[in-house]
């Protein structure tokens, strides 16, 4: 059996982290999405409350857990016996971040894998971040996260969207 870790903060999770999971789990039986309680970044949604929104959003998708976790993905990957790592990427800006993380994880785990999937060109220039920006100003991003993410914002946000 094939199992992969989707890491990331997933705050908030988007159309792109969907399109990811949905893409993933044809060639792995059990996808886990481990959401990082990233202490450096402002966060929206508490890691705990990021969990139960992607929990929601993926409750038709039996193969795929959802849990947090913090220090070294490499510890976590050790811990859950996984040696596949899911990495999605938008752009070449983004291949030299996951290019180097890559390496260092390879280095402290000699077996650990990673697949980048490329976005696909509806999802290519989604991000958390930008998320995040267009709705704390009342920008529409109805098509940029599922209806779930979106309720839950609007609740953060007030009632754009």
Known sequence: MKSAVYPGSFDPFTNGHLDIVERSIRFVDTL?????????KKSLFSPDERVEIIQE????????????????????????????????LRAVSDFDYEHAIFLMN?????DLETIFLMAASDNSFIS??????????????????????????????????
């Open 32 to 40: 886990t999405i481990a959401v990082l309680k990233n202490t450096s």
């Open 57 to 88: 959003v993926l409750k038709d998708y039996p193969q795929v857990k959802v849990q947090t976790f913090e220090g070294l993905l490499v510890d976590f990957c050790r811990a859950h016996n996984t040696r596949i790592v899911i990495r999605g």
């Open 106 to 110: 390879r280095k402290l785990l000699p």
């Open 128 to 161: 958390s971040t930008i998320v995040k920006e267009v709705a704390h100003f009342g920008g529409n991003i109805a098509d940029q996260v599922p209806a779930i993410v979106l309720e839950r914002m609007k609740k953060v946000h007030g009632n754009h969207g």
